[in-house]
């Protein structure tokens, strides 16, 4: 089955201690990416990745890290989580640059 | 800055009726357009995808896109109260992101 699967689904953590989101397809798609998602601010991208080994910054890079050393695997990296980073977060990708996006079942990040 | 504008809602409809959800979007190099609905705490799920002016028909959806005057909408047909969620339009700008907009909550009443 085609998918998109991100781990962990739910995760309590506390400031300041580093945590990885996974995000594995099994699609063979180029393009991944991760957002955040906080009520009435809607879906921010926060990294994206082209294909192996070329990332760029979104829209609210900030306090995030991302590696793409696998076409499959896009994890998300928190070096120094804070409160300001809860929120609902998703992996998503795409064959190529502007084709559909399909994501992942998403994480509810907690930071205490 | 890409925007994508839609009315939050919630809008509200009676089952068996015609559900309209409209997106207005900035950025004028747009290619690629999307619908995906999101029921709350899931992620999102495409529902519809457009990329040249005109209508394009999925079953009950249908997606109609305006590039002149940069508009892109849903029409549900045949509303059921399984449609009630959020409604998020985006489009893929002339950068790499893919541009949500806030989404519209759409109510489908029995």
């Known amino acids: 089955e085609a998918q998109v699967t991100q781990n962990p689904r739910y995760l309590i953590t506390v400031t300041g201690k580093k945590l990885t989101v996974t995000c594995s397809q099994n699609?063979?798609?180029?393009?991944m990416s991760w957002y955040r998602q906080d009520p009435g601010l809607g879906l921010r991208q926060i990294y994206y990745?082209?294909?192996?080994?070329?990332?760029d910054k979104g829209d609210v890079p900030e306090g995030y890290k991302v590696s793409r050393k696998e076409k499959r695997n896009f994890p998300l990296i928190l070096e120094s989580p804070s409160p300001n980073q809860t929120s609902l977060y998703f992996c998503?990708?795409?064959?190529?640059?502007?084709?559909?996006?399909?994501f992942g079942q998403g994480t509810r990040l907690t930071v205490v | 800055q890409k925007e994508v504008e839609q009315n939050s809602g919630p809008l509200s409809v009676p089952e068996g009726a015609i559900a309209s959800l409209n997106c207005t979007y900035s950025?004028?190099?747009?290619?690629?357009f999307f619908w995906y609905r999101q029921y709350s705490g899931k992620s999102p799920e495409l529902i519809m995808s457009?990329?040249?002016?005109g209508d394009k028909e999925d079953g009950r959806f249908t997606a109609q896109l305006n590039k002149a005057s940069q508009y892109v909408s849903l029409l549900i047909r045949d509303s059921q109260p399984s449609d009630s969620a959020t409604y998020l339009c985006?489009?893929?700008?002339?950068?790499?992101?893919?541009?949500f907009g806030k989404g519209t909550s759409l109510l489908v009443t029995p």
């Open positions: 998503a990708s795409s064959q190529h640059r502007g084709t559909e996006a399909f």
């Open positions: 699609m063979n798609h180029e393009y």
């Open positions: 990745s082209m294909n192996v080994e070329v990332t």
């Open positions: 950025d004028r190099g747009s290619q690629s």
């Open positions: 457009i990329y040249s002016n």
């Open positions: 985006a489009f893929q700008g002339s950068g790499y992101a893919l541009n």
